[in-house]
T-cell receptor
Framework: KAGVTQTPRYLIKTRGQQVTLSCSPISGHRSVSWYQQTPGQGLQFLFEYFSETQRNKGNFPGRFSGRQFSNSRSEMNVSTLELGDSALYLC??????????????FGPGTRLLVL | AQTVTQSQPEMSVQEAETVTLSCTYDTSESDYYLFWYKQPPSRQMILVIRQEAYKQQNATENRFSVNFQKAAKSFSLKISDSQLGDAAMYFCAYSSMDSNYQLIWGAGTKLIIKP
């Protein structure tokens, strides 16, 4: 079974631009979560989507948004990029069974550099 | 709020020897999940081991085992017969219904394997 895939793997943008990152989950997984990893803040939860609905959101400004499609693929968008948005963005997919989220499996990440 | 603490920023071990990475957490929940993830230089986050809090038996996966002390809120990872490929950042993570199953992460421990 194919793992979680993320595109693009690397991205360079300038301040003020916007960016869209894509994540394709493991087949059969309907939950997709996004995390930001930076040297200063470590790993932080951005949001989670399940069946095209955002179910949970972390403490990030409204410039960070996402969506999920009917095939469970997810995109996250960051508008008006700031230097501090430079980070590794990780996507994870999982099942939900019995009201509980199962183990999250991660993609290779997208490394975003904002100049 | 739940927190996860990894007090060892860096550890080193001789190849073929055993090393233990420490993790403590704080929660008022009785039912939760604990994970160790490995992040090698490729940056792909890889699940090493998972422990359900309701299970008294410590989880084991080949050379990797945990020492789960629920009362002490301690969750250490033991790596036996260390191999060069074990060199990576190791992250301890927590999730529970109270956190909407989003992963709450420790700061990570960098493991160096000496040949």
């Amino acid at each position: 079974k194919a793992g979680v895939t993320q595109t693009p793997r690397y991205l360079i943008k300038t301040r003020g631009q916007q960016v869209t990152l894509s994540c394709s989950p493991i087949s059969g997984h309907r939950s997709v979560s996004w995390y930001q990893q930076t040297p200063g803040q470590g790993l932080q939860f951005l949001f989670e989507y399940f069946s095209e609905t955002q179910r949970n959101k972390g403490n990030f400004p409204g410039r960070f948004s996402g969506r999920q499609f009917s095939n469970s693929r997810s995109e996250m968008n960051v508008s008006t990029l700031e230097l501090g948005d430079s980070a590794l963005y990780l996507c994870a997919s999982s099942w939900w069974t019995g009201g509980m989220q199962e183990t999250q499996y991660f993609g290779p990440g997208t490394r975003l550099l904002v100049l | 709020a739940q927190t996860v603490t990894q007090s060892q920023p860096e550890m080193s071990v001789q190849e073929a020897e055993t090393v233990t990475l420490s993790c403590t957490y704080d929660t008022s929940e009785s039912d939760y999940y604990l994970f160790w993830y490995k992040q090698p230089p490729s940056r792909q986050m890889i699940l090493v081991i998972r422990q359900e809090a309701y299970k008294q038996q410590n989880a084991t996966e080949n050379r990797f085992s945990v020492n789960f002390q629920k009362a002490a809120k301690s969750f250490s990872l033991k790596i036996s017969d260390s191999q060069l490929g074990d060199a990576a950042m190791y992250f301890c993570a927590y999730s529970s219904m109270d956190s909407n199953y989003q992963l709450i992460w420790g700061a990570g421990t960098k493991l160096i394997i000496k040949p």
